[in-house]
């Protein structure tokens, strides 16, 4: 780094000697791997007692105590930094070991210099306006969110996750407020309309793990092992309160025991707590006594589909696991933050597994994981499971598809490779020797190391070192009459990148009339014979990977496709659609025309409602992300009527629902406008058909891209909504569908401004219709001006903010001109961080793939 100018620091109160100011100019932004490893050095046994006193207005300031203790080893030769990211007008008054002391602030620190500390035992007490940041600030509530370094935007703090605290908290808030932390509530006052609560001592934990809520919010509580599991939430609708408040204790309490007989450790900490919070920006949040959830996940009506009730179950699964996975052993620096991620998915789907339905579980794992990792492991910007970090500031960057969707296949083909039981003893060891404590990912490779033969280094190296994913191909020999195999070669080589092998278990399945007879492979190489082939007689067709357990491109026997609604075995037939779309976006077996009228002639023979959501899905992105608008012209109204005439057929609700989601999402003549528009008035939906308001909501959007009633639909929709906190989402998104482009563009001006983005769920969904592939000719305006705003949306937002802001604006652009956009700004900021390069590839590959077929 640059030194700067020692008249830069004339600032800081106090004097300071030219030797002092000297040591300050190395001080730099953020939390960087070398501070942080100074400061675990040196510091142990750390508390905080903070106290903020919320108004109930969401713009008044938020007056903040707080009193950090320590010991110090007197070992450090340079300043103490504390972690402050806000103004420094908002640092009123310090005191060190009871001595007031001027306050001396650089590069987003707290300079403390070593003369004030004593080797032992120290204090530190802070007078501040509590940062806004990370509070997560609405009308009439507010939640922390400090993951991965946002702890230091709110208050004074060490703000690394291996310093390791107990948090004594204190809320001053308004009388009809509830309120929920990390600890248990040990007492509450009412005095002139304010509420004081302090609550007991956390149990040990990170800074990011660090939590509470206040607000109005409705209170349920549910008994349970002498002890009440507490639950917060908002949501008005007496239909899905009633039909999902027990269901949601039950699951949680289902995993809770699941994970302690698994683990063989009893729930880590003092309490039990959850809270719903409306349009959160994540799906949930793992703060332990006081986890995050989104509420659309959670409330659910009584004919909820398949798929909802199974998100719900993974959300309280995956939060749940956390609680051994990342707040009792937690990683020791978020170049690891995958580590909790995996083992929150992993963990997560063996918990949600219904015994004797182990079928069910692989299509869920398959569907659940494949298609995102794959998104994400097929760019030009991806990135390997575990990534350096040299700042916290960058953490951030360092989520997506990989860690949370490619690291459970890692980790399922890790248990593969050791066996059920070593793996699971292996892990056991590992949690109570860091019990309270951080690891990294080589600590838990040496315990691991330990319970089976095989070279995990060597392993490790290809699937959490190395980015992509390889590309299989076959060669088969017959013999002379053509009805013996006689050779049976496979091959793989990487989809990008040097030369290298992914070590994995797959199979490959024969097909004959009747009957399926599959090979397992279990030692890949980068070419190798499968003997065991040549022990069959010709199949009617071949399919690689029909278990869903390996990884990769894999081949197609072009054989298949006649039978591909045939094959029985419900996992088998998602694998195939999974590989045939996957070849497709790399110009391999089919057209997108071809694949589209495929799947779309499926759809009446499909039954399985995960396997429906899958071809969908595909349906919907061949169409808008890689057809012309002159192939769609020629295509929708075939493929309206293939859908409606499959929804006709269907004979489950939930196939039903999802087909009209289907034909909601790629309509376009005007006979469809007409039908679903009739719906949307009336209300009524096709027979057996069930939508909600939620449902309507999502229709009334669809109908204002494609016709001139926009304004009228949208206004009778909003008057439709009674839930308040779905009416500010409604507000937030109206302006992004607006006829009129003033309004457009006024809405997408206002996004540079971070209060007007501060509610990123909502955000997020504008984009999508500001992009809309109907809408794209006049948004192509805005997509320089998004590429510029990506360091500020990475330095503002929240950790998965800067991934979807560049997904929903231009995920489904196929122009020439939109590429070319890309193309230049990514020459001409050539010093743009490299992750944040790598959102924008991920981002754009669609894009990229979308001009390569097209020519």
């Known amino acids: 780094m640059k030194w700067i100018p020692v008249c830069f620091f004339l600032f800081l109160l106090g004097i300071t000697s030219c030797k002092e100011r000297l040591k300050e100019t190395a001080i730099s932004n953020g939390v960087s791997d070398t501070l942080a490893n100074t400061r675990r050095h040196a510091i142990t046994d750390l508390q905080y007692e903070l106290s903020f006193d919320i108004p109930e207005n969401k713009a008044a300031p938020i007056a903040a105590r707080e009193k950090v203790a320590f ?98 908290l204190t809320l001053v808030i308004p009388q009809h407020w509830a309120a929920i932390a990390n600890g248990r509530l040990r007492d509450s006052v009412i005095r002139n309309g304010r509420k004081t609560l302090r609550f007991a001592p956390s149990d040990r934990i990170s800074t990011y793990l660090f939590s509470f809520v206040a607000g109005t919010f409705n209170v349920a509580r549910e008994q349970w092992r002498n002890d009440t599991i507490e639950f917060l939430y908002r949501e008005t609708d007496a239909e899905k309160t009633s039909n999902s408040l027990q269901a949601i204790f039950d699951e949680y309490k289902k995993v809770i025991r699941f994970y302690e007989e698994w683990t063989g450790i009893p729930y880590p900490f003092q309490k039990h707590g959850l809270v719903a919070i409306p349009d959160f920006q994540f799906g949930g949040m793992e703060h332990p006594g006081a986890i995050l959830l989104q509420a659309s996940t959670l409330f659910l009506t009584r004919d909820a589909t398949e798929g909802q009730l199974n998100s719900r179950s993974q959300l309280l699964a995956h939060e749940a696991a956390h609680m051994w996975f990342g707040d009792l052993v937690t990683m020791s620096w978020f170049s690891d933050v995958w580590m909790k991620e995996v083992f929150a998915n992993f963990m997560a789907d063996k918990a949600t597994t219904i ?73 056991q060891q590992y949690l109570k020797n860091y019990a309270f404590k951080n690891a990294s990912w080589p600590d838990l490779i040496r315990i691991l190391d330990a319970y089976t033969p095989a070279d995990l280094n060597a392993w490790n190296a290809v699937w959490v070192n190395e980015p992509g994913r390889p590309v299989f191909d076959y060669r088969a020999s017959y013999d002379a009459a053509g009805n013996q195999i006689t050779g049976f070669t496979v091959s793989q080589q990487p989809e990008s990148g040097h030369s290298r092998v992914w070590p994995q278990r797959f199979d490959i399945s024969f097909y004959y009339k009747g009957l399926v007879r599959t090979i397992t492979v279990g030692d890949s190489l980068a070419a190798q014979d499968v003997p065991r082939a040549t022990e069959r007689k010709r199949p009617l067709f071949i399919q690689f990977n029909a278990s869903g357990m390996g990884y990769g491109v894999w081949p197609v026997d072009t054989a298949m496709l006649p039978h591909l609604f045939t094959i029985e075995n419900y996992v088998s037939r998602a694998s195939a659609y999974i590989t045939l779309y996957e070849n497709m976006l790399n110009g391999r077996y089919n057209t997108p025309a071809q694949l589209l009228q495929l799947f779309a002639d499926g759809l009446r023979k499909e039954t399985v409602e995960l396997n429906m959501r899958l071809l969908t899905g595909y349906i919907s992105a ?133 209060e007007n983005r501060s509610n990123e769920s909502a955000t997020g969904t504008a984009l999508g219709y500001l992009h809309h592939p109907l809408r794209q000719p006049s948004a192509e305006k805005y997509l320089d001006k998004t590429l510029e705003l990506l360091p500020e949306i990475q330095r503002t937002g929240d950790i998965f903010f800067p991934g979807n802001w560049i997904q929903s604006s231009f995920g489904s652009y196929q122009s020439a001109s939109a590429y070319a956009i890309v193309t230049r700004f990514l020459q001409t900021h050539a010093q743009l961080d490299p992750n944040l390069k790598a959102k924008i590839l991920q981002g754009t590959d669609n894009l990229r793939r979308a001009r390569m077929i097209a020519r």
């Not at 009123?92 to 403390?112: D, Q, T």
């Not at 980790?411 to 490779?417: C, V």
């Open 622 to 754: 061949i169409y808008w992300n890689f057809m012309l608008p002159q192939q769609r012209r020629q295509w929708t109204g075939r493929l309206e009527n293939s859908i409606w005439s499959a929804l006709q057929q269907q004979k489950n609700p939930n196939n039903k629902k999802i087909l009209f989601g289907c034909y909601q999402s790629v309509f376009e003549t005007e006979p469809a406008l007409a039908q679903l528009y009739a719906i949307w008035y009336s209300q009524e939906p096709p027979a057996n058909v069930v939508l909600k308001e939620e449902d309507y909501t999502s229709l009334a959007f669809a109908l204002a891209l494609r016709t001139p009633k926009t304004d009228s639909i949208l206004q009778q929709q909003l008057r439709r909504i009674k839930d308040p906190d779905r009416v500010k989402r409604f507000r937030i998104i109206m302006p992004a569908l607006s006829l009129d482009a003033a309004v457009r563009d006024a809405f997408f001006s206002g996004l540079q401004k971070r």
């Open 355 to 427: 015994p004797g339905r182990e079928q069910g579980f692989s299509l869920k794992f398959l569907t659940d994981h494949l298609p995102p990792a794959y998104a994400i492991d097929r760019t030009t910007g991806a990135n390997p499971i575990r990534q350096p970090l040299e700042n916290l500031e960058k953490a951030g960057t360092l989520y997506g598809g990989i860690i949370y969707h490619k690291s459970p296949v890692m980790m399922r083909q890790l248990e593969e490779l050791m066996g059920a039981t070593a793996f699971r003893e292996g892990i």
């Open 71 to 168: 010991r110090y080893s007197g070992t450090a030769v340079t300043p103490l930094l504390l972690d402050f990211k806000a103004d420094t007008g908002q640092l009123k008054k310090m005191l060190v070991n009871g001595k007031e002391v001027p306050i001396r602030y650089s590069n987003e620190h707290l300079v403390i210099h070593e003369d004030l500390l004593r080797k032992g035992h120290n204090t530190i007490v802070i007078d501040f306006i509590a940062g806004n940041q990370a509070l997560n600030r609405r009308d009439d509530f507010l939640y922390t969110l400090f993951v991965p370094d946002r702890a230091r935007t709110a208050f004074p703090c060490f703000d690394q996750p291996d310093l390791k605290a107990v948090f004594n």
